[in-house]
């Protein structure tokens, strides 16, 4: 079982920077693939990034903008999000793998945080 909390969300104007956190409960932390998810109104989730052992995976709507990262001594998994885009506005999900699978589909992930709002103005 892995708990999952999300912070760091908020309103920024375009162009400007966020960085979301997520703090993870379970014994298995550092052995799971975890990932940063998005949901926009009205649209389907969709994987925005994954790392496992320090690899890093992210979709190309983020690339060159957004880190995933992650202090295993913390449990807490991070992305840094730069130079966002109104397109960027949507609720992000911290997720945690149930299984070896560590792409970008939602059905690789089995733990799922409550979520936190960004919203981007232009």
């Known amino acids: 079982q892995v708990l999952l909390g999300e912070s760091g969300g908020g309103s920024v104007q375009a162009g400007g920077s966020l960085r979301l956190s997520c703090v993870a409960s379970?014994?298995?932390?550092?052995?799971?693939?975890m990932g940063w998810f998005r949901q926009a109104l009205g649209k389907e989730r969709e994987g925005v990034a994954t790392?496992?052992?320090?690899?890093?995976r992210y979709t190309d709507s983020v690339k060159g903008r957004f880190i995933i990262s992650q202090d295993n001594a913390r449990r807490t998994l991070y992305l840094q999000m730069n130079n966002l885009d109104p397109e960027d506005t949507a609720m992000y999900y911290c997720?945690?793998?149930?299984?070896?699978?560590?792409?970008?589909?939602?059905?690789?992930?089995?733990?799922w945080g409550q979520g936190t709002q960004v919203t981007v103005s232009s």
């Open positions: 790392v496992i052992y320090g690899m890093t």
């Open positions: 379970g014994d298995t932390y550092s052995r799971r693939c």
């Open positions: 997720a945690a793998s149930g299984s070896g699978r560590c792409g970008l589909q939602r059905s690789d992930f089995a733990y």
